[in-house]
Nanobody, 125 residues
Framework: QVQLVESGGGLVQAGGSLRLSCAAS????????MAWFRQAPGKEREFVAA????????GYADSVKGRFTCSRDNAKNTVYLQMNSLKPEDTAVYYC??????????????????WGQGTQVTVSS
């Protein structure tokens, strides 16, 4: 069992930065692939980034590539999403998710077993 708690969301002007954190509890965190998804009002949840259990493999959605950086610290049971050059279209609730399959780096929400409650990110123009 893994419990996830996101933090770090807030209101920022376009061009600004935010760093999201996802604190995990449970012994399986260090062997779980982790991901960030986001959901804007009226839209489906979309993939943002995923990181393998070791941090050696990371994947990003095209819309955030070059602006967002995903990382993890297994000693702290925490995964991060550094978001730079934010745009109004990045406004959404951001969720972290955990996949029990340590070998998979999935972009589909249905592949993930555990979810946090989400943190709101609002980017003003």
């Amino acid at each position: 069992q893994v419990q996830l708690v996101e933090s770090g969301g807030g209101l920022v002007q376009a061009g600004g930065s935010l760093r999201l954190s996802c604190a995990a509890s449970g012994r399986t965190f260090s062997t779980a692939a982790m991901a960030w998804f986001r959901q804007a009002p009226g839209k489906e949840r979309e993939f943002v980034a995923a990181i393998s259990w070791s941090g050696g493999r990371i994947g990003y959605a095209d819309s955030v590539k070059g602006r967002f950086t995903c990382s993890r610290d297994n000693a702290k049971n925490t995964v991060y999403l550094q978001m730079n050059s934010l745009k109004p279209e990045d406004t959404a609730v951001y969720y972290c998710a955990a996949d029990k399959d340590a070998l998979r780096l999935a972009a589909a929400a249905g592949e993930y077993d555990y979810w946090g409650q989400g943190t709101q990110v609002t980017v003003s123009s």
